[in-house]
């Protein structure tokens, strides 16, 4: 499919089929796009923790409540930002970094058939501070979103629309 | 071409085709892609600013140093946030929203055979203050990034790669 038709076919998936296997192979393309992202200054300020233990999953849902779908979903990329790689030029931009970052692996995932949930996490501070404590993060690394991965139990189909409201034309 | 293919192919382009006709349908077809992202709880926090007047994109490169490439682009493209559409959950997100808003463009535009750069604003304070002033912005609405658009005049092709070391496996 193309990039046009996988953007439209792609949404936030709440409900897998339980036990379904996402390989390694998959979990590594879909990370591999995330790392693909362009970023401020080319300065790559992202780390990946891939949680498939479910005991973790459970300590999710109880630290972010709107993490519920990991009850079926297969397992949880938790997208980091890495403070340390920031420069001079670049400091302040990975929050949109990690959102392109982000963006890709939803993409990648969705031309694999598989659903994803993207939820955030930065800049709420309860929740910072909740997933820094329960995965013993140093402080240059700051937990940025939770996607939950797996075999999607609903239908792809995107929310979003065209706005001409939205648009400025200067010519 | 697949997601994953114009993934890797997709870098930023600063030598474009003087002059060179990007249609509106092209345009339009690059916006809805960023429409098309997600953004938490769906509160579309975003407008654009289409740049196709040679002297508003004189001035922009005036403001910004790293805008260079407008020289030969045929257009930018200025992704904005929209406080007023935030709320209580979704307040403070905008930045990687407007992330993925751009990384969906930058995507449709490769597919399409259009270049891109994206080129940071927000969260510069100098440079948000010298948008908003040159496009005369209300203070709900943040010049959130540059984005040029043209027909390339150089090379496609990620400098991104898979780096295993930036990725921590709980199982």
Chains 1, 2 share one sequence.
Not at 80 to 105: H, K, R
Not at 115 to 142: H, M
Request: include cysteine; glycine fraction near 6%.
């Amino acid at each position: 499919m193309s990039v046009n038709e996988i953007i439209k076919k792609r949404k936030s998936i709440r409900k897998y089929e339980k036990g379904a296997v996402v390989t390694e192979e998959q979990i590594k393309t879909i990370l591999e796009a995330g790392m693909l992202a362009p970023s401020a200054c080319n300065s790559r300020p992202f780390q990946f923790i891939v949680v498939r233990n479910r005991e973790k999953l459970e300590e999710i849902m109880k630290i972010h409540s709107y993490t519920q779908m990991l009850q079926t979903a297969s397992l949880a990329i938790i997208v980091c930002a890495d403070l340390n790689l920031q420069n001079e030029i670049s400091e302040g931009y990975f929050p949109e970094d990690c959102g392109a970052v982000t963006e890709n692996m939803l993409l990648q995932a969705t031309e694999l058939e598989l659903g994803t949930c993207w939820c955030g996490v930065y800049p709420k501070e309860d929740k910072v501070a909740s997933f820094s404590k329960l995965f013993n993060l140093p402080e240059n690394i700051v937990p940025f979103n939770v996607i939950a991965v797996g075999k999607p139990a609903e239908e792809f189909g995107s929310r979003g629309f065209y706005e001409e409201e939205k648009v400025t034309w200067i010519d």
